[in-house]
């Protein structure tokens, strides 16, 4: 016999998907895999496409990338830039993808590859002795937004509208910088995008305030918000942020210099777009939480957080954690319960497992 749905199951059950839909998922076991990359530099950034095409970049010059979900995946070096950290990598698909090189100076650069990574131009180098690029992001495949530490008072910020030119927003637009303040290169993820021209910049390294700067009009214009993350030293603040919509987000860090120490603020959310933040429960990771990522298609706010102490999860938007593993990730990005990837030092790349 048949099951059918009534008019009135249908009606009633709509809001929930319907008769027959597939629930959303939940994160109940999750387990890393570890994949082979190939390579032993350490890996800082990493680029979901889509389920089978993923790109990382790190030390020594080098990206790896995926065209097969992870099974197997190449290894190369930007020529002429073996001595850079690519602490960034926004991958478009499987032939085109940016990579963001941070350092002082001419160290911090941009590239892009349109060749699968058979070859890279170079599109931007640091003109600013004092700068020093820490993320940037992509609202699609040719206008995006980089950041660097502020210079003389004022954030740095560049922004392209078609891939290739990158030109500086000019100073007098942006809200004053604080002494000091800057980002955390570590995974890629102090800079991001939403549609409609959203973007929002994490900081710290003040000592003073780790705040959250935020622009509805692709960076014309911007608002600033202090959070509750630690920042009362240097090496702290906001070092990673995420956000699943316009308005509901997560900022994540903590202290690198007290790599010993579980921090009380390393995570706070916010539901008005960052104009206001609630601190979160502290991430059972030590030191700093370096990044973090919301897992679409989950039934409720589902956060990862990485860093050199290990990984944890949350399925309550940020009030409660569980540690996954001990093991050092720098950076991570999520598409779904079964299609998300950490990676960190000696070329580590791990998929996550969903064990239900």
Known sequence: MTLRCSPLVLVLLLAAAGCGAE??????????????????AR????????????????????????TDGGATWRR????????????????????????????????????????????WTLLFINPEPEGFFDCFDFW???????????????????????????????TETLPPALPGEGAFAASGTCVVTRPGGHVWVGTGASGAAARVFHSADYGRTW????????????????????????????ALGGDYARRDTLLTRTVATTDDGGATWTPGGAA?????????????????PTLLAVGPDGSAFSTDNGRTWTRIDSENYWSV??????AAWAVGPDGRIARLKNNQ
């Open 223 to 250: 608002t600033v918000a202090e959070t509750p993350i630690v920042s009362d030293t240097p090496s702290s603040g906001i070092y990673s942020l995420a956000f699943r919509d316009a308005r509901h987000g997560a």
């Open 284 to 300: 059972p990771l030590r030191g700093a939480v370096f990044g973090a990522a919301y897992v679409p298609g989950t039934a409720t």
């Open 43 to 66: 890996l800082q950034a990493v680029s979901i496409v889509d389920a089978n095409v993923v790109w990382a970049g790190g030390t020594g010059g080098t990206y790896v990338v995926t």
């Open 23 to 40: 629930p959303p998922a939940a994160l109940t076991n999750p387990v890393w895999e570890p994949q082979v990359s190939g390579t032993e």
């Open 140 to 170: 699609d495949a040719a206008h995006g937004l980089a950041f660097s530490d502020s210079i003389e008072g004022r954030l740095y910020l560049l922004v392209t509208e078609d891939g290739a030119t990158w030109t500086r927003l000019p």
């Open 333 to 338: 990005a999520a598409l779904g319960p079964d």
């Open 76 to 119: 190369g070096i930007v020529p002429g830039a073996d001595t850079l950290e690519f602490r960034d990598v926004h991958g478009v698909d499987a032939r085109t993808a940016y990579l963001l090189s941070a350092g002082p100076g001419a160290a911090s650069r941009i590239y892009r590859t349109t060749d699968g990574g058979a070859t």
